[in-house]
């Protein structure tokens, strides 16, 4: 090589390191799910969707777990937000089966339900429970405690966990941030009445597993949901 002309003067080379990249969060996945449930799944009787998503799996940006109780809510059931018609409130229960409708329950935290039935019919699926699965060390923060079965026993506290807000609320349950994944094996569902509720109080359209950990409250002297239905069908039946 020939020397370097006097008028260049050579500036010390400094190696610089890139960053590290940032280390991902983890979402502890769970157990191998189902298929991912769409829209049309609930397009059809609240009464028919209600125990077909016990032992399915719900996730919020991958955080959340299996589904073990829910109650059934119909436009002509006193105690349903739609009793009474649209309002603001409750407009999306309104709209088209297979979206979430998001509300604040006495002020305090939020409830997330399924819409379900024809446009206009206005019946939903409170979900009231789930069995925390992916995610669990995300919901262990945003719920300030260890105890995994306290993490979603109770539709606030699973709202807490899973970071569901009012920000969701008329968002399709079939894209993201949702992912809903069919049970992949029969479960024994059991029914009864709903809970903390005034009217209605006798129909029993509360759903859960049966002998599940993770309820909100024990089932008081159960019914197989697969009765329940037979009774239905047969309004005779004693």
Same mark, same amino acid.
């Given at each position: @090589? ?12 400094? @190696? &610089? ?25 609930? +397009? ?15 996730? &919020? ?31 999306? *229960? ?6 979430? %409708?998001?509300?604040?329950?006495? /002020? ?21 429970? &789930?069995?925390?699965? +992916?995610?669990?060390?995300? @919901? ?5 405690? $260890? ?14 966990? *899973? ?10 349950? +079939? ?8 049970? =992949? ?10 809970? /903390?509720? $005034? =009217?209605? &109080? ?11 950990? %993770? ?24």
């Amino acid at each position: @090589m020939g020397s370097i002309p006097a008028n260049i003067s050579l500036i010390p080379f400094k @190696m &610089v390191r890139k960053p590290a990249p940032a280390p991902a969060i983890s979402r502890s996945p769970g157990p191998s799910k189902g298929k991912r449930l769409t829209r049309a799944f609930f +397009d059809r009787s609240v009464h028919e969707v209600a125990p077909e998503l016990i032992g399915a799996t719900f996730l &919020v940006e991958g955080v959340g777990g299996v589904i073990v109780e829910v109650e059934a809510y119909h436009h002509t059931d006193p105690a349903a937000h739609s009793y009474r018609g649209p309002t603001e409130r409750n407009q999306v *229960m309104f709209g088209s089966p297979g979206y979430v %409708y998001v509300y604040r329950s006495y /002020g305090i935290h939020w409830c997330v339900n399924f819409v379900c039935e024809r446009a206009g019919s206005a019946s939903a699926v409170l979900i009231r429970a &789930v069995e925390p699965t +992916d995610g669990i060390e995300a @919901m262990r923060r945003r719920r300030g405690l $260890t105890d995994i079965r306290a993490l979603c026993s109770g539709p606030g506290k699973l709202t807490e966990a *899973m970071g569901i807000t009012h920000a969701h609320n008329g968002l399709a349950l +079939d894209t993201a941030p949702f992912a809903l994944h069919a049970r =992949k094996e029969d479960v024994e569902v059991v029914t009864g009445v709903r809970i /903390g509720i $005034t =009217k209605a &109080v006798e129909l029993p359209w509360r759903y859960g597993l049966k002998d599940s950990r %993770y309820l909100s409250k024990p089932f008081v002297a159960p019914v197989a949901a697969s009765s329940l239905r037979a009774k239905r069908s047969n309004p005779g039946r004693r």
